[in-house]
């Protein structure tokens, strides 16, 4: 089993900043990705950003250019940074941790964008 457990997220203005982070403990070592996803109220949940264990990226084409998504494999974390925020990044961000047989999930964080 894997645990995920996310931190970091908030309210912040139009244009801000925020870093979540994504905390793996448990049997890390079957996890070959690492990703985050959010849900909007009344939407799917959707990918946001997705890295390997070799660091390969990948990102909805939303958060292109605004996030980074990056992993620190020796603390067995992910992080999400995310700049010039807008009303649309308003959901619930979830970490997520792929193995070959299974997909992990963290409890979530809010992220809220408002003025």
């Known amino acids: 089993q894997v645990q995920l457990v996310e931190s970091g997220g908030g309210l912040v203005q139009p244009g801000g900043s925020l870093r979540l982070s994504c905390a793996a403990s448990g049997s890390t070592n079957v996890i070959y990705e690492m990703g985050w996803y959010r849900q909007a109220p009344g939407k799917q949940r959707e990918l946001v950003a997705t890295i390997t264990l070799g660091g390969s990226t990948n990102y909805a084409d939303s958060v292109k250019g605004r996030f980074t998504i990056s992993r620190d494999n020796a603390k067995n974390t992910v992080y999400l940074q995310m700049n010039y925020l807008n009303l649309e990044d308003t959901a619930v961000y979830y970490c997520?941790?792929?193995?070959?047989?299974?997909?992990?999930w963290g409890q979530g964080t809010q992220v809220t964008v408002s003025s």
């Open positions: 997520s941790a792929q193995s070959f047989l299974s997909t992990y």
